[in-house]
């Protein structure tokens, strides 16, 4: 009896050590990936990957000029995911395929898991109810969608504001115009995969070309100091 007691509480003090060294394991093989992957970003890897920052910007904020995108902020998940496409080359692009191909898988989640910690241009902001007109054919289609094509609202899957949900849907809030507008032809030429259940290309079959460039302008607009905000007043 008394001997069973004792197996019990020295097994439960096992199991408290293991899920404590465990605990520890996890919290410093976090800390050592954030240190890995802020090394690739500010300073590249001796294979020759360029620093990241040197294109997406010290904080991750992107280039709007240059239309590279914003990384800082964006969920750790979908942006290793990303990686894994252009080393695959699945998702094509001459700049990033190179990059992402000499990375290791794990050099891939470390530098994701570190721009994803690193917070998002001030200034965004899970809002879309600013100066919505039908005349404003990109905040209408952003927040309205368009029901005669059946084509629904933006936010209702990358959120209000187009602030980004979870590892599925990335923020569209402070993306380069010219980021937003490549990705949506990119879709339609098949240069970027169908991504989970090939919902962009149904969306980008519904817009115009003049559409894309209008919803990607209203988008690009929903970002402070970050340097990728339209002027003030740009947005009808
Ligand atoms: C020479 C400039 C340059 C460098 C250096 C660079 N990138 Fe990129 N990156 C780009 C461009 C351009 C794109 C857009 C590619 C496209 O059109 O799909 C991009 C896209 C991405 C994306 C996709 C973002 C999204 O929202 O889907 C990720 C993730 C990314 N880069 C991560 C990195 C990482 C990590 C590094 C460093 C290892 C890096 N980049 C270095 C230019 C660069
Ligand atoms: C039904 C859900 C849904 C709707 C509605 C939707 N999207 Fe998406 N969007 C997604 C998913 C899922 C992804 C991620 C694709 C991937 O992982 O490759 C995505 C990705 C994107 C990207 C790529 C972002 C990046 O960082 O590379 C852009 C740009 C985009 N969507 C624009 C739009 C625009 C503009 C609209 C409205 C016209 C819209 N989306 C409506 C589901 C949706």
Redesign the pocket.
Same mark, same amino acid.
């Given at each position: 009896m008394s001997a069973a007691v004792g197996n019990m509480s020295s097994r439960s003090v096992l199991a408290a050590c293991v899920a404590a060294v465990a605990l520890g394991m996890t919290a410093s093989a976090r800390a050592d990936d954030m240190m890995v992957g802020k090394t690739i970003a500010t300073q590249g890897t001796a294979k020759g990957v360029a620093a990241c920052i040197s294109c997406h910007g010290a904080k991750g904020e992107g280039n709007a000029a240059a239309g590279f !995108?914003r990384l800082a902020g964006?969920n750790a998940a %979908?942006l290793s995911?990303?990686l894994s #496409?252009f080393a695959n080359g699945e998702r094509q692009s001459t700049i990033m395929q190179p990059f992402a191909k000499l990375l290791s898988s794990n050099g891939r989640s470390a530098v994701a898991l570190y721009f994803s910690s690193l917070p998002p241009p001030a200034g965004i902001k899970a809002d879309d109810s600013n100066s919505i007109r039908p005349s404003d054919a990109g905040a209408w289609?952003?927040t309205r969608?368009r029901w005669s094509q059946g084509?629904?609202?933006?936010a =209702?899957?990358?959120g209000p504001g187009g602030i980004g949900v979870g590892a599925?849907?990335? !923020? *569209?809030a402070g =993306?380069p115009a010219a %980021? @937003?507008e490549s =990705? *949506?032809h990119g879709w339609k030429k098949g240069t #970027? !995969?169908p991504?989970?259940?090939a *919902?962009?290309p149904v @969306?980008v079959s519904k *817009?115009s070309d003049t559409?894309i460039s209008a919803?990607?302008a209203y988008?690009a607009g929903n970002a402070g100091s970050s340097g990728n905000a339209a002027p003030a007043g740009s947005k009808q």
């Open positions: !995108p964006v %979908y995911e990303q #496409r289609i952003a969608g084509l629904p609202a933006c =209702q899957c990358h599925t849907f990335p !923020p *569209l =993306q %980021y @937003i =990705q *949506l #970027r !995969p991504g989970p259940m *919902l962009m @969306i *817009l559409d919803v990607a988008y």
